[in-house]
Structures are given as C-alpha cells and as structure tokens.
C-alpha cells in the first residue's frame, strides 16, 4: 500500500541519519540478523530483506527489533501478520500487536514520525473491533470502533478513519446517527482525496434531503463520477451503485453539466501531477 511505503520510507530516513557512514547490516546483503545490534540497524535490515523477498529473514530482524522496542518494526509485524504477508496470517496477533503500540504511545500522541504508526495502528484496531475476530476475545464492539476511528480522525486526523467514522455517524453504528455530522467528516477525508469519502459525500450532496440541505445534483454526480473513476477495484462496485442511481435521477441539463464539471476536473488534476513530475 502506498501508506505502508510511506511510513517505512520515513523510518528509513530516520534510521540513515542515526547510522551515519560505516558498514552496518542494513547495506551488507551478505550478513546475517545480528540480534544484539540496535533497533534502527534491525529495522533497516528487515525493511531491506523485505524488499528483496526473503520474507522469513525480515520478519526475525523486525521481530528483534520490536522487542527493543521499534515502532515501526512492530507496526511491520502487525501488518504482515493481518495480510499473511510472509507469516501464516493471525488477525489476532495483530491486534495484540496493534494494541500495544497505542497503549505505548507518548502523551504528546507519538511525535514524527511515530504518529504514523499510532494513527496506523489505532484504525486497525476500529477495524477489528467493527467486524470482530473469530475464536479470539475480540468481539464486534460497535462503540468502541466508533470511538477509535474517532481518536484517529480527530487527533491525527487519519483520511481513513474520517471516512469510516463517517460511515458510521451517517448510518447509527455504535452510536445516534447524525448525517450533519456524518457529512463534515466525510468532507474531511474527502478533501483528503479519500474516493470512498468523495462517493458518500457526492450521494448526500446529490439528494440533500438526509443532511438538511437544498440538493445539489450537479456538484453530488460530479463527485460521484469523478470517484468512480479513481475507484480501486474493490469500492467500485457499490460507487457504480450510487452513480448510476444519481444518474437515473439527475435530469438531463444536470447530467450533462455535471459530467462536463468531471471531466475538467479531471484534467486539471492530471496537469496538475503533470507539472510536477
């Protein structure tokens, strides 16, 4: 994921300048995992093994390295073992994983770069206690999801947990739906360029009735199209949902204004990334 190269990225860095110029395990593809070396060399050189494919090497270094107490070692971990990635997969280790880096975190909310692995971390945690792990203690705790997604998108101000604490305002899960509310959230994340965010909030706006506000059928099948354009795989069935039933509604002056609004948009991005490559 691009996030999951993100934050490894900024630990490296991190780790470069603590290292300074002299061999170390991370640049040697020859070595072996030292477990008495530092954290920072442990990290880089799981991160390095990783890279290369040698999965099973790169989980011993990050596994050394978590025990002395590296975050985004111990965030690497957590992730490998909830994707299999390398590791039989046990959504239950990585909770426990998960877990204690947020119990761990600092006062101030972790600082750079551990912040990013809080804010990981914390919305992994929302994630298994919305849906539960079977045969472990972790059971659905709707309010709980609630409030984690909550920590997440308004002390780190996490893209995805607006979203997803959207979601759940909007529809009442773990607590009184607010669609009001539901709407700032997802505006939040959407401006973010979250395309699930920019879907939802494109199909409130498009009605307008649910978040008490006059429609705006042009600006929601904008939103919805443009969305369905950037969507993954995985989201772009239920966007195409929403669209094509905004599309169904919109009249024909509005589908044609509000597709036009897309494409230009569209584009301008496009220049926009353009220019700066």
Known sequence: MRTSRLILSVALVATALV????????????????????????????????????????????????????????????????????????????????????????????????????SSAVVALADYLRRGIVNSPVAVDLPRARQFYFHAASFFGDARAQFELGRMTLHGEGGKANPRQAARWLKLSADKGHVGAQALLGHLLFEGRKISLPAAPVRGLAMLTMALRKASPQDQDWIR?????????????????????????????????STKN
Not at 78 to 88: F, H, L, Q, R, S
Not at 103 to 111: A, K, P
Not at 258 to 265: G, I, K, M, W
């Open 241 to 273: 949902g929403l669209q094509e039933e905004a599309f169904s509604l919109a009249s024909e002056a509005d589908r044609r204004t509000a597709l036009a609004y897309a494409e230009q948009q569209m584009a301008s991005a496009a220049d926009v990334v």
């Open 19 to 118: 290292a300074g110029g002299g061999r170390s395990l991370a640049l040697d593809p020859e070595a072996k995992v030292d477990p008495d070396a530092g954290s920072l060399e442990l990290f880089s050189f799981g991160f390095k093994a990783y890279q290369r494919g040698e999965k099973l090497e790169a989980f011993e270094a990050l596994r050394f390295a978590a025990d002395k107490g590296h975050p985004g070692a111990r965030w690497k971990l957590g992730k490998m073992y909830a994707e299999g990635d390398g590791v039989p997969e046990n959504d239950y280790e990585a909770y426990k994983i998960f877990e204690q880096i947020v119990r761990e975190q600092d006062d101030d909310g972790g600082g750079f770069p551990n912040a990013a692995y809080v």
